[in-house]
């Protein structure tokens, strides 16, 4: 029995245009083996599925089990102040979506995915077993601040250096295998169809460690003890490592080939050497090894493929690749440079989600998390809302909305509009906490307090709906995302392209320490007790940024013209014609 891919794909760049669709099953797959497969063993085929699956939820649940939680272990465990701590999290979060891009040019250019997936899974069981050592032993700890004494003892340069030597091994670690697998388990698989199915359950299974990481990690954290949280990360992890290498043998093996970026830098050293020469009108008169022909933007790039004397050998071979490079190099390193300005506002997308994510643990924190006499939802585990709405509703677009948007129009969505809706989805979502801040600070302003804490008399269920639609809007955003670099990036950079959207995010993490930092600096909104701030003009700010973000991505999509798009509707770019 095996996964259905989409019925409207027809590619396997088209695959990742379209959300996943997870729950649909169909027989009439093929086999991937040889007629001959009886009598001889092949590598790769879906003898590899559960291995790479398996591998994915238990590395997943080992990152994000400690990940989700860091700054709630950073108050409770270091004495951190509030905001001190949201910002060390944004920026543990920010170099795990920073390094898998490390990962793919480390498999593309030099060892392959299965090398460095193994090598990065060992880096990661190398530093949650760092953490748990931390939470296990008084000595690797500050003492915990007296009841009711707000001076509290600071953890030592010792104890600082073993803390973030263990969050340093375990982002490294997680990072360089977190889409290293995605291409890993593609690449078993020969038909598009397989290689589709594989996508939707990694997307799938991510989320689902994700939700399973901030609500029954977190709670056994906050609820049992670190000691027994950690441990939990720490055989996840174990238990990946090991799924990992027994699969081994079954897997097929990719080899590297080569720095990605060698042929880009080829294209502007050409471009530069021959920066007097005359642009010709003349196809011919250009270096094609393919059916590309050279167009129209960026055309002082055109020089690069320009054919000139002694340039290319009797066989038709180039002399020298520094000197002269094909058109569809030429077209490649275009396709690169049209993406960056559409990537400058996703970092600015995600950006208030980042400083959401952060400030969010702190509110809740100082809100009622009571769910009944006994229950108490772990600050930490309130971000389980939008995981769960994101996966929710890629369900639902994929089977209902899209379908309907193609039936009234005729067209499948296109990456871009996809984001578009993000964006909105975003600015108001961001509205939202602000109003409910502001609520929460007139009932602080009254006193309205639990008992004798400084915990205010307002449920923490509040934040959901705001929680809900910022999932509801990365449903949208980040498939449209990763779909917008999947089909426009050329074929060379195919794992760069997968990984691009990550760490444009990780980028956003860094932005939203900087923006928070600014804003202690500059205004007293943000002090350690929020209760005597205003974050609920930090979120307005968000939201002016929002709609100021949403203007300049319209005005980029609106002159962006799709290269791979494959669809008689959308404007291609112009070519240079001979007339």
């Known amino acids: 029995m095996k996964i259905k891919p989409l019925d409207h794909v027809k590619s396997y760049r088209l695959q990742q245009l379209a959300p996943v669709n997870i729950l649909t099953y169909s027989n009439d797959g093929e086999a991937p083996m040889s007629a001959d497969s009886t009598t001889k063993r092949r590598n790769g085929g879906w003898i590899t599925f559960p291995f790479m699956i398996a591998t994915l939820l238990f590395l997943s649940l080992a990152v994000l089990g400690w990940l989700f939680n860091l700054i709630v272990f950073l108050i409770e465990e270091f004495n951190m102040k509030s905001i001190a701590a949201a910002q060390i999290a944004n920026i543990v979060s920010g170099c795990t979506f920073m390094f898998p891009v490390v990962g793919a040019i480390a498999a593309d250019s030099f060892f392959g995915t299965i090398p460095v997936i193994s090598v990065s899974a060992f880096i990661s069981l190398m530093g949650v077993c760092l953490l748990t050592l931390i939470v296990s032993v008084d000595s690797l700890r500050p003492k915990p601040c007296e009841t009711g004494s707000s001076l509290c003892e600071s953890p030592s340069k010792i104890q600082l250096g073993v803390l973030y030597s263990a969050i340093t091994l375990a982002c490294v670690g997680a990072g360089g295998n977190r889409f290293t697998l995605a291409t890993a ?276 269920l509040w934040l959901f709906p705001s929680l809900v639609i910022v999932g509801i809007g990365e449903a949208f955003h980040f498939p449209g995302n990763v779909a917008l670099c999947y089909q426009e990036f050329p074929e060379s950079m195919k794992n760069i392209a997968t990984s691009i959207t990550s760490v444009v995010i990780g980028v956003c993490f860094y932005t939203s320490t900087a923006l928070i930092d600014l804003i202690q600096r500059t205004t007293a909104w943000l002090p350690d007790d929020i209760n005597h701030g205003r974050v609920d003009n930090v979120y307005w700010v968000l939201t002016i940024g929002g709609v100021l973000n949403l203007g300049y991505f319209l005005a980029c999509s609106w002159v962006y013209k799709y290269r791979n798009l494959e669809d008689d509707d959308h404007e291609k770019d112009s070519v240079v014609s001979p007339t």
């Open 185 to 460: 388990g593609a690449n078993q698989f020969k038909k598009t169809k397989d290689q589709g199915s594989f996508f939707n359950w990694f997307f799938f299974t991510w989320y689902f460690a994700a939700a399973i990481s901030t609500t029954a990690i977190v709670y056994a954290e906050e609820n049992i003890s670190w000691t027994f949280g950690f441990g939990i990360c720490l055989t996840a992890n174990l238990l990946g490592f090991l799924v990992f290498l027994s699969g081994k043998r079954f897997f097929k093996h990719d080899k590297p080939l080569g720095s990605p970026f060698t042929s880009l830098l080829r294209v502007i050293f050409a471009a530069v050497h021959k920066r007097k020469a005359e642009i010709s009108i003349d196809n011919k008169d250009y270096h094609t090894e393919s059916k590309a022909v050279p167009t129209k933007s960026f055309r002082f790039l055109n020089r690069a493929a320009l054919k000139q004397e002694d340039e290319v050998k009797p066989d038709g071979t180039i002399r020298n690749p520094w000197r002269l490079c094909s058109v569809q190099q030429v077209e490649d390193f275009k396709a690169v440079i049209r993406i960056i300005p559409l990537a400058l506002a996703t970092i600015f997308l995600s950006t208030p989600i980042a400083t959401q994510l952060s400030l969010t643990v702190l509110q809740g924190l100082v809100m009622d998390r009571s769910l009944g006499p006994k229950f108490k939802i772990p600050a930490g585990s309130l971000q389980v809302v939008t995981l769960l709405s994101t996966c929710f509703f890629i369900i639902v677009n994929d089977r209902l909305l899209y379908p309907f948007y193609q039936k009234l129009t005729g067209k499948f969505p296109t990456p871009l509009q996809r984001v578009g809706i993000g964006h909105v989805l975003n600015i108001l979502s961001m509205a939202l906490t602000a109003i409910v801040e502001t609520k929460r600070l007139k009932i602080v302003e009254n006193g309205h307090f639990l008992e004798s804490s400084s915990v205010a008399d307002m449920s923490a």
